[in-house]
C-alpha cells in the first residue's frame, strides 16, 4: 500500500545563513564520522536509539534553534527526523575486512579515504556469482556418466529433485533477504539473526564446513582433469597391474592435490583482490564450454564426429595399448596379430593360448557419438546400475560365453570403478546445484540487496535448471550408452567423454573446465575462511574467538589455515565420488534451515516480518525443509546423522558455553508463543499432588552496595529445585521508581550475576515500593504468571532483628509469614542460612533430621527428598521424629509411621518421642518474665539507642545469672512435657490439673516468686513448649547436619509479635543449620501412583 508523505519546512528566523551552511557541514561530517564507525559484537545496529550505527557525535549536533523547542530535552534520546532521515538514506553496508582496510589506510597517513557505496547491480553482483558457482566440475566430470548409469527418466527425477529444493531454499531466502537490511555476512547472517545464535552458529558452522569441502571437491576435479585428460604421463604412482590403477590413481590426488591446495592458499593469501578480479575469466571459461557443448549438439546433426568405441562381443574396452579394434590384420598378404590380440593372448604368434571369451567373440567398433538423429535416445532411457567391478556392456550387442570374474579384472575392460545406485547418485549430483547462496554472501557489494538477491538468485536457478535438464537429455540423445558409463572415456583414448560431444574440440571442454575447477577452489578457499571469520566475530562460539583476527587489511589468516587445514582432510579422502556426499549433506543442512526460518517467521507472524519479495508461503518453505531432509537421507542416511549429530554438538555448546545474544530471532518468538499456549493450559486446573514440587518466590536481602547479603539461600534454592520447576527471585528496595530506577537495575544485575555464580536457573524480580512491607506482599502477590506462580515462599531468618534499632524489620518478617499462609502458600525460613553447604561442598555420612509435630500436608517430608536428590546431600540420611502425645501408644505410632513411609516410597529412621508430664519449670517462668519485661520496656520509654543496648545488656546479665541458679533442677527434673497445644487438648489439660492436681498446684502457687504472679499464663505456656521442645531436639539433633521443624504460626493478635519472635529464637537455641516449614494448605504428597 503506497504511503504518501509531506515534508514541511520549518524556518529559523534566529539563525544566520552561514550558521545554516556551518550546521550542514557538521551534518554531513556525522555522516562520514558515522560510517567509518562499526558496530562490534555481534555485527547488528545498535538499538539504543533510532539511528543505525548511532554515535555519540550526534548528540549535540541534532538540535540547535527554538522552534522546536517544546522537545529539545528528548533531543538526545529522540533525534530530529530530518537527522534521521538523513542517516538512513547515506547508510551503507560496510563489505567484510573494509573497517580493517580503513583502519590500516589511517595509519599510513592522517587522511582518510570516504567509504565509497556498492554499486553492483543483479547481474554483475548476484546472477553472474551465482551461475559461476553452480556450474562447475559434477557438470563436466560427472553427469555423462550419471545420465548413461541412471538413464534419462532418473537422471532428470535426480535434477529436478535437487533443483526443486534450491528454488524452493531461493525463495525462502529472497523472503529473508528482503526482510530488511542484511550486512555483510550473507547467509550465515540471514540465518543467526532469524533463529538465533545456537541455530546460527550450528547452520553457520555446518555452512563453512560445505564451503571448505567445496574447495576440497573443486581441487580434486582439478587434479583429475590435469592427470586423466591433460598429462597423463605426470603420474607420479603409476600402476603395474591393472587392478592396481584405482590405488595408484588415488595416490597421485592425493600428492597433487595437496600441492595445489598448498599453491591456492599462498595465492589467496598474498592477494584475494587477485583472485575476485579474475572471477569473470573464470566464468567465462564456463560459459565458453557450455556454448561449446551446444555447438557440438547441434553439429551431431550434420555430422557426428569420430570416437569409435571397440567392443568384444557386447564388452566395452580400454582404448589406450592399441590403435586398430582388429584381432589380426594382412599385411603384405601375411596375417599378423595386433596389439589387441597381445593384450588377450599370451604371446604375439597366432597359435598363442588366448582367452576364452576373446576366442568366441567378434571384434566390433561403436560410434561413441551417432548424433541427435540417430535414435539412441530410446537405449538410453532406463537405468544400469551394478556393483563395484561390472563390466560395461553394450545392450544392443550379442556376446557368446560367460564372464570369468578371475580373469576379467586382468583384461582392458572398461568396468565400474563404485557399485552405483540411484541414491549415491543423488549424493553425487547434489554438488552442482549448490552455489545459490553466492548472490547473499555478497551482500554488502550490492547497490540494492534487496532487489537483487531474489531476481539474480531465482534467475540464476531456472538458468542452470534448464542447461542441466537439457544438457541430460542431449546426453542421452546424442552419446552411446557405453561411452556414457565409461566415467574416464578409457573407450575413447582417455578423452572427456563430454569433451568429445563439443565443438570445435574436446580441448575447449577439457581447458574450460580445469580453469572453471581452479576458480571455483579458489573461491572456495576465499569465502570459507572470511565465513568463519563472521562466526567468530559474533562471539557465539567462544574457543572459535582466535579466528576473527587477520592481517592489518582484515584478510583472516588463522580462519585460512583452519580451512586449509580441514580442505586437506577432503583431499587426503582422494575421491571425487566420495567427498561430494559429505559437502552435500553439509549444504543441505544449511538450505533446511533457511527454510525453516522463513516458515517460522511467516507463521509466527513477527511484527517486524514484512518481506518486500511477496512470492512466498510457509507451505512453500516447510516443502523445501522436507525435500532438504529427504535428500539428506536419500544421499547418504550414516553421513546425514554425523552431520546432524555435528550440528547438535555446536548447538548445545552455544548453548552451554556460548555468549548471550539477542538478535530478534524466530526462535525465541516460537518460544513465547510455546510458553504462552503452556500458561493458558496450566491454569486451567490446579497441579495434581503427584505433580506438586515446590515453586519457589526466593526473598533476598541485599547489602548498602546492593550486593547479596546471603549468596547461600540462593546455594539452598539450587539444591532443592536441581532446575526443575520455577524459581523467582526477588527483592524489595524502598522509595519511588522515578528515583530508584537505576539502583533496581544495579540490583537486579547483581542478582543475575549472583544467581549465575550459584547455578539458580530461574527469574529475577526487583520491585521498588514506598516501604517494604508493602513491597513483599506486592510480591508474594503478583510473582509469577498464569498458571507459573510460586507457592512456596523462602526466605532467612533475621538473625540480627534483636540487635536491630527498629522494630520494622522483625514486623516485616512477622507480616510475611501471615501473608504466605494467607495466600495459601507454603513457607520455609532457613536459620544460620550463612553456614549452610555451597554446591561445591559434599556432606558426608549425617543425617536430615524431620521434626514432625504437625500435619502439614507432607512438606516436612517432601523436602529432604528433593534435597538428597542433589550431590552435596546425596549421602545423608533421612529420620523422621515425631511426638506422642499423653494418651497415645508410642510403640503403635512407630509402626504406623514406618508403614505409611513405606507406601511413601521413602527410607528413614523412624523415632516417637514421649513428652507426658506438663510441669513449668522455673527456668520457663524467668524466661518468660524478662521477655515481657523487655517487651514493656521498649514500647513504654522510648529509649535512645545507647539507653536500649544498656537496657538489653541488663536484661541479659540477668537471665544468665537467673539460668546458673535453676541449672541444676532443670537438668535434675524428668523430661515429660505435654506437646503442641491445640485449643481443645489445653481445656482438657486445664480441668484435669484442676481436679487431680490441685494440691499440687496450691504448691506451686505458694513457690512462686512475686512478679511471676502478672505474667500473662498464655506466653507462659508457650514459652515451656519452646523451652522444652527445644531441649528435646538439642539432645537428639545437635549433630544433624540440617534440622527441619514445623514453624508455629504468629500470634492472631499483633501485640505479641515481638514475643512470637522471642518463642521461636528460644525453640531454635543451640541448632546450627534449621529450615522452619509451614504447609500451604494442601497435600503435597501421596501414597497413590
Known amino acids: 500500500m503506497p504511503t504518501n508523505f509531506t515534508v514541511v519546512p520549518v524556518k529559523d528566523n534566529t539563525r544566520k545563513a552561514n550558521e545554516g551552511d556551518e550546521e550542514e557541514d557538521v551534518d554531513d561530517n556525522n555522516v562520514v564520522k558515522e560510517e567509518e ?216 590426488m592425493r600428492v597433487y592435490g595437496t600441492c595445489c591446495l598448498a ?20 566464468l567465462a571459461c564456463v560459459i565458453l564450454s557450455i556454448l561449446a557443448i551446444y555447438a557440438g549438439v547441434i553439429k551431431t546433426i550434420f555430422e557426428p564426429p569420430d570416437f569409435p568405441v571397440c567392443m568384444l562381443g557386447n564388452r566395452t574396452l580400454q582404448n589406450h595399448n592399441f590403435d586398430r579394434c582388429l584381432k589380426t590384420e594382412v599385411i603384405d598378404n601375411v596375417t599378423v596379430p595386433t596389439k589387441l590380440w597381445k593384450l588377450f593372448c599370451d604371446g604375439p604368434e597366432l597359435n598363442a593360448t588366448c582367452n576364452d571369451f576373446f576366442v568366441n567373440n567378434n571384434v566390433t567398433s561403436l560410434q561413441g557419438i551417432p548424433g541427435l538423429t540417430s535414435g539412441v535416445i530410446s537405449e538410453n532411457m532406463w537405468s544400469d546400475y551394478g556393483p563395484l567391478g561390472m563390466l ?15 580373469q576379467d579384472i586382468y583384461m582392458p575392460y572398461v568396468v565400474n570403478d563404485i557399485t552405483t545406485f540411484f541414491t549415491l547418485l543423488v549424493g553425487i549430483y547434489f554438488p552442482s546445484v549448490t552455489g545459490i547462496m553466492a548472490g547473499s554472501n555478497r551482500s554488502g557489494d550490492l547497490r540494492d540487496a534487496q532487489k537483487s538477491i531474489p531476481i539474480g538468485t531465482i534467475l540464476a536457478i531456472v538458468t542452470t535448471s534448464i542447461i542441466y535438464i537439457t544438457c541430460v537429455v542431449l546426453f542421452g540423445a546424442c552419446i552411446e550408452g557405453v561411452l556414457l558409463r565409461d566415467k574416464f572415456g578409457d573407450s575413447v583414448k582417455g578423452n572427456l567423454v563430454i569433451g568429445t560431444l563439443s565443438w570445435p574440440s574436446p580441448w575447449v571442454i577439457v581447458i574450460g573446465s580445469f580453469f572453471s575447477c581452479c576458480g571455483a577452489g579458489l573461491q572456495s578457499l576465499t569465502g570459507a575462511p572470511r565465513l568463519l571469520q563472521a562466526i567468530a566475530r559474533d562471539g557465539i562460539v567462544p574457543f572459535l574467538q582466535v579466528f576473527g583476527h587477520g592481517k592489518a587489511n582484515g584478510e583472516p589468516t588463522w580462519a585460512l589455515l583452519l580451512t586449509a587445514g580441514i580442505c586437506e582432510i577432503g583431499i587426503l579422502i582422494a575421491s571425487l565420488d566420495a567427498v561430494a556426499p559429505i559437502l552435500s549433506m553439509f549444504f543441505l543442512m544449511c538450505y533446511l534451515f533457511v527454510n525453516l526460518a522463513c516458515a517460522v517467521q511467516t507463521l509466527l507472524r513477527t511484527p517486524n516480518w514484512r518481506p518486500r519479495f511477496k512470492y512466498y508461503h510457509w507451505a ?74 515446590p515453586q519457589l518466590l526466593v526473598l533476598l536481602n541485599l547489602d548498602s552496595d546492593q550486593g547479596v547479603k546471603h549468596p547461600r539461600l540462593l546455594s539452598l534454592t539450587t539444591q532443592l529445585k536441581a532446575g526443575k520447576g520455577l524459581t523467582i527471585v526477588g527483592n524489595v528496595l524502598e522509595g519511588t521508581y522515578l528515583t530508584k530506577e537505576a539502583e533496581a537495575k544495579r540490583a537486579e544485575q547483581n542478582i543475575k550475576s549472583s544467581m549465575s555464580t550459584e547455578r539458580t536457573k530461574g527469574f529475577c524480580h526487583v520491585v521498588v515500593s514506598s516501604n517494604l512491607r508493602d513491597g513483599f506482599s506486592h510480591l508474594i502477590q503478583s510473582a509469577g504468571l ?179 541458679t535453676i541449672n541444676d533442677k532443670t537438668e535434675s527434673g524428668p523430661e515429660r512435657v505435654h506437646m503442641t497445644w491445640t485449643k481443645d487438648k489445653l481445656f482438657t489439660e486445664r480441668n484435669r490439673n484442676r481436679e487431680c492436681n490441685a494440691n499440687v498446684a496450691v504448691r506451686d502457687l505458694f513457690n512462686m516468686k512475686p512478679e511471676w504472679e502478672s505474667l500473662n499464663q498464655s506466653n507462659v505456656r508457650r514459652m515451656h513448649t519452646a523451652v522444652k521442645l527445644n531441649e528435646v531436639v538439642v539432645n537428639k539433633s545437635q549433630g544433624a547436619h540440617l ?47
Request: proline share 3%.
Open 263 to 282: 599453491l591456492m592458499a599462498v595465492v589467496v593469501f598474498v592477494g584475494v583482490k587477485y583472485v575476485n578480479k579474475l572471477a569473470l575469466v573464470f
Open 786 to 964: 498464569g498458571g507459573m506462580k510460586h507457592n512456596t515462599v523462602l526466605m532467612a531468618w533475621p538473625g540480627t532483628w534483636r540487635q536491630s534499632n527498629d522494630p520494622q524489620s522483625w514486623k516485616n518478617f512477622i507480616e510475611t509469614v501471615r501473608e504466605t499462609t494467607a495466600a495459601h502458600h507454603a513457607l520455609l525460613v532457613a536459620k544460620n542460612v550463612d553456614s549452610f553447604p555451597t554446591n561445591q561442598d559434599r556432606l558426608g555420612e549425617g543425617t536430615i533430621d524431620v521434626w514432625w509435630v504437625v500435619h502439614d500436608g507432607g512438606m516436612l517430608m517432601l523436602l529432604p527428598f528433593l534435597l538428597r536428590q542433589h550431590k552435596v546431600w546425596r549421602k545423608c540420611k533421612m529420620r523422621i521424629f515425631t511426638v506422642a502425645q499423653m494418651d497415645d501408644n508410642s510403640i503403635q505410632m512407630k509402626k504406623d509411621l514406618q508403614m505409611f513411609l513405606y507406601h511413601l516410597r521413602l527410607d528413614a529412621e523412624v523415632e516417637v518421642v514421649e513428652m507426658h508430664d506438663n510441669d513449668i519449670s522455673a527456668f520457663t517462668y524467668e524466661k518468660t518474665l524478662v521477655m515481657e519485661q523487655r517487651s514493656q520496656m521498649l514500647k513504654q520509654m522510648q529509649l535512645s539507642r545507647t539507653e536500649r543496648e544498656r537496657e538489653a545488656q541488663l536484661i541479659h546479665d540477668r537471665n544468665t545469672a537467673s539460668h546458673a
Open 37 to 252: 564507525e562499526d558496530a562490534t559484537g555481534d555485527g547488528v545496529p545498535k538499538e539504543n536509539s533510532p539511528f543505525i550505527n548511532n554515535t555519540d557525535n550526534d548528540k549535540g549536533n541534532s538540535y540547535d534553534g527554538t522552534n522546536m523547542a517544546l522537545f529539545e530535552e528528548e533531543m538526545d534520546s529522540n533525534p530530529m527526523v530530518s537527522s534521521l532521515l538523513n542517516k538512513l538514506a547515506n547508510y551503507t553496508n560496510l563489505t567484510q575486512g573494509a573497517q580493517e582496510h580503513e583502519e590500516a589506510e589511517d595509519d599510513e597517513g592522517p587522511k582518510k579515504k570516504a567509504v565509497k557505496s556498492p554499486q553492483m547491480g543483479t547481474f554483475m553482483g548476484v546472477y553472474l556469482p551465482c551461475l559461476q558457482n553452480i556450474l562447475g566440475v559434477i557438470l563436466f566430470l560427472r553427469l555423462t556418466w550419471i545420465v548413461g548409469t541412471a538413464g534419462i527418466l532418473e537422471s532428470l527425477a535426480i535434477v529436478g529433485l535437487c533443483c526443486s529444493c534450491t528454488m524452493l531454499t531461493a525463495i525462502s531466502m529472497s523472503a529473508i533477504a528482503t526482510n530488511g537490511v542484511v550486512p555483510a555476512g550473507g547467509s550465515y547472517y540471514m540465518i543467526s539473526r532469524s533463529l538465533g545464535p545456537e541455530f546460527g552458529g550450528a547452520v553457520g558452522l555446518c555452512f563453512y564446513l560445505g564451503t571448505t569441502f567445496a574447495g576440497s571437491m573443486y581441487i580434486l576435479g582439478t587434479i583429475e582433469i590435469l592427470l586423466t585428460y591433460i598429462v597423463p604421463k605426470a603420474a607420479i604412482f603409476v600402476a603395474e597391474k591393472k587392478e592396481d590403477e584405482a590405488g595408484a590413481l588415488l595416490n597421485n
Open 392 to 406: 560395461v556392456e553394450s545392450k544392443t550387442l550379442s556376446s557368446v560365453g560367460g564372464s570369468d570374474p578371475a
Open 1043 to 1089: 534440622v527441619l521443624l514445623n514453624m508455629p504460626g504468629p500470634p492472631k493478635n499483633r501485640g505479641g509479635d515481638e514475643n512470637y519472635m522471642e518463642f521461636l529464637e528460644v525453640l531454635l537455641e543451640g541448632l546450627n543449620r534449621v529450615l522452619l516449614v509451614r504447609g500451604g494448605g494442601r497435600e503435597v504428597i501421596t501414597i497413590y501412583s
Open 620 to 693: 512453500l518453505s516447510f516443502l523445501g525443509m522436507s525435500l532438504c531432509l529427504a535428500l539428506m537421507f536419500i544421499s547418504s542416511w550414516y553421513y546425514a546423522i554425523v552431520a546432524m549429530a555435528i550440528a547438535s554438538c555446536i548447538y548445545k555448546y552455544i548453548e552451554y558455553r556460548g555468549a548471550e545474544k539477542e538478535w530478534g530471532d524466530g526462535i525465541r518468538g516460537l518460544s513465547l508463543n510455546a510458553a504462552r499456549y503452556a500458561l493458558i493450559r496450566l491454569e486451567e486446573a490446579p497441579p495434581h499432588t503427584k505433580n506438586w514440587r
